[in-house]
C-alpha cells in the first residue's frame, strides 16, 4: 500500500474500438465503470486515439493509470502492468499503437514540470488488429484479468473499487 495521498487521480483508457484487439484499454475502462463505484478523485478518460488534447486533463495527477493495448512480446491475451520507472522504456520500445501520442504528451508533462506523481500501464497483448469492433476470444478472455489489474493497480494508491451493488427492484 503506497503512503502518499492521492488527491487526483486518471484512469485512462486507450484504444481504437473499430480494430478489434485494439480498443482493450477503452473497453476495460468501460466495464470498469460499469461494475465498481469509482472514488471521487479518480477521473476516468476515454482517450480513444486522441494525445495533446488531453494535455489538461493529465496536468499535475498524483497517479495516472493507463489502459492500453500492448506489443511486449507476450503470448496474445498476456496482461502487463509496468509502473513509473518502468513507464518511459515502454514508451521507447514503441509497443503500443498510441505511444506516439502520449509520449509525446507526457514528455510535454515532464518538461512543463506538470508530470504525474506516479504512472501506471496496464496493458493487454493483442491476438488480433484487424478490423472489427467484435474483440478476440482470447483478449475478450483476459478481460476480467485487465480490470483486476486495473482495480489492483488503483488499490496500491489507496483507491478502492467496490462492485457496484444492483438495487432492488
Not at 481504437?16 to 460499469?34: F, H, K, P, Y
Not at 474483440?135 to 476480467?144: C, F, G, H, N, Y
Request: proline share 7%; charged share 20%.
Amino acid at each position: 500500500m503506497s503512503s502518499i495521498e492521492i488527491r487526483r487521480a486518471v484512469l485512462l483508457g486507450v484504444g481504437n474500438i473499430l480494430l478489434t484487439d485494439e480498443g482493450v484499454g477503452v473497453r476495460l475502462v468501460e466495464q470498469l465503470q460499469a461494475g465498481y463505484e469509482i472514488p471521487e478523485v479518480l477521473t476516468v478518460l476515454d482517450g480513444g486515439t486522441a494525445a495533446m488534447e488531453l494535455l489538461e486533463d493529465l496536468e499535475n495527477l498524483d497517479l495516472l493509470v493507463i489502459a492500453d493495448c500492448v506489443r511486449v512480446g507476450q503470448p496474445p491475451a498476456s496482461v502487463v502492468v509496468l509502473k513509473d520507472d518502468e513507464v518511459p522504456a515502454f514508451f521507447r520500445a514503441r509497443i503500443s499503437p498510441h505511444q506516439v501520442g502520449l509520449s509525446d504528451v507526457l514528455a510535454t508533462l515532464e518538461i512543463t514540470e506538470r508530470a504525474p506523481r506516479h504512472v501506471v500501464v496496464v496493458g493487454v497483448q493483442p491476438f488480433d488488429i484487424s478490423t472489427s469492433m467484435e474483440q478476440s476470444a482470447p483478449v475478450r478472455a483476459a478481460m476480467p484479468q485487465g480490470l483486476q489489474a486495473i482495480r489492483d493497480a488503483l488499490a496500491e494508491y489507496g483507491l478502492q473499487t467496490p462492485p457496484k451493488v444492483a438495487e432492488a427492484a
